[in-house]
């Protein structure tokens, strides 16, 4: 089959490899009919997520049809049509009963690597290095998935790829960090980074009784769309942000406050060399959280700080005085995607949400080199790029793992 391949530090090509197998009898392979990259895909491939090996699949925003199941799938039937959140859950420990699945204990088959450097193990998540399970990833033609009857998710009829591909994460991801801001009505809710996750945080922010959210970002079509969305927006460009934000909200500051930028985050002056600087080392320092500053600065005074922009590592320069003398509250982590998909699939059904607006490029998924490209720099006005693994429908050229396999005389 095909799939993308992460080769090294900016290096991915599309290659032929195995399909995949069955290894438990609670998997299930699915064929792939539409996959996206994700802004976290990023990092992968620019090099700030250690552990990633070449020959790695990529990928974790992906659905399609389930073609075989193990011996101990009940839930799940061969023809379904399902999307695969990007977490993996074991459906049955601590954190997976209480739906918190993106902490499951059982589905990150490498928890020693994530141990050493986090202290615990998140889930396994697809496509996504060798700390989160090394699970190959859904920018392919065929994904194995694993615990499928707990976390295969059954695509009610009538419903497009288009309309639910985004319930495996940006969706989710963007709703979780809205409701971890706490909102109240009345609330002023503030949003760095208009990507598809700032995008998706703003509409769920407005579901949940935000009555003003203010998007921060740079590039003119995404300051667009976000205020197609509701929202009045900031170019950080051309505006000092934390007097705009301190102005717009009466001298108060917004009540909670979203980075959805993470740690490619850009940053301007001298703060922006100093971190661009030490992160290339990818030792002092792996992140860039100017947009995580930001935030912390710019919310009022016993507000929240919301953080579903992906951070792995290292960064300094945080400013913990204002975080402890302004009485902040702070919520993170990878979202539990599960918790949200009946929820948010009735916002779809009923036209509350049109998830497609965020998609301005489709490719096949031969063209995924040239698409990373595009959504990393934005060129072309790119906000979201879906990939097509089956443009061709004869382009499958199966192969079992055996052949590729080295032979014992080779």
Not at 49 to 58: E, F, H, R, T
Not at 292 to 302: D, E, T
Not at 325 to 345: A, C, E, I, P, S
Not at 389 to 399: L, R, T
Request: charged share 20%; with cysteine.
């Amino acid at each position: 089959m095909k799939a993308l391949i992460w080769q090294g530090i900016n290096r991915v090509s599309v290659e032929n490899v195995p399909d995949p197998e069955l290894i438990q009898p609670t998997d299930a392979v699915v064929r792939v009919t539409a996959t996206a990259i994700c802004g976290s895909d990023l990092h992968l491939v620019d090099g700030y997520v250690p552990s990633m090996a070449p020959g790695d699949i990529l990928g974790h925003e992906f659905m399609g049809e389930v073609v075989e199941v193990g011996s101990d799938v009940k839930r799940i039937k061969v023809g379904d049509r399902v999307i695969v959140p990007f977490p993996i859950s074991c459906g049955k420990c601590w954190y997976c009963q209480r739906g918190e699945t993106s902490l499951c204990d059982n589905s990150n088959p490498n928890p020693k690597l994530a141990e050493a450097l986090w202290g615990y193990s998140p889930a396994g998540i697809y496509g996504y290095s060798h700390i989160t399970g090394g699970y190959a990833g859904g920018q392919a033609q065929f994904v194995r998935t694993a615990f499928a009857d707990e976390n295969l998710y059954k695509v009610p009829e009538g419903l497009t790829d288009d309309q639910v591909l985004f319930l495996t994460d940006i969706f989710p991801t963007g709703y979780m960090a809205a409701e971890n801001c706490n909102i109240e009505p009345g609330d002023t809710v503030a949003v760095f980074g208009c990507g598809p996750v700032g995008l998706f945080t703003i509409m769920s922010a407005f579901l949940l009784g935000a009555e003003r959210v203010i998007a921060i970002d740079r590039f003119p079509e995404r300051l667009d769309l976000a205020r197609q969305c509701g929202a009045e927006t900031i170019n950080y460009e051309e505006t000092e942000v934390f007097e705009a934000l301190k102005f717009m909200t009466g001298g108060r500051g917004p009540d909670s406050v979203v980075d959805a930028v993470g740690l490619e985050a850009h940053g301007t002056g001298v703060g922006g060399v100093y971190d661009a600087v030490k992160q290339t080392t990818r030792v002092a320092e792996t992140e860039r959280p100017h947009a995580f500053r930001a935030a912390i600065m710019a919310c009022r005074k016993g507000g929240t700080v919301s953080v579903p922009g992906v951070y792995g590592g290292l960064a300094d320069k945080i400013p913990l005085g204002a975080f402890v003398n302004k009485g902040l509250t702070l919520h993170t982590g990878q979202t539990h995607v599960h918790r949200y998909l009946d929820r948010l699939t009735d916002h779809i059904v009923r036209g509350d949400v049109d998830p497609t607006v965020i998609i301005t490029h489709r490719m096949p998924l031969d063209e995924a080199p040239e698409a990373y490209k595009l959504f990393k720099h934005k060129h072309d006005n790119c906000i979201k790029c879906v990939l097509d693994p089956w443009a061709d429908p004869k382009d499958h050229a199966p192969m079992k793992a055996s052949e590729a396999m080295p032979q014992a005389n080779d």
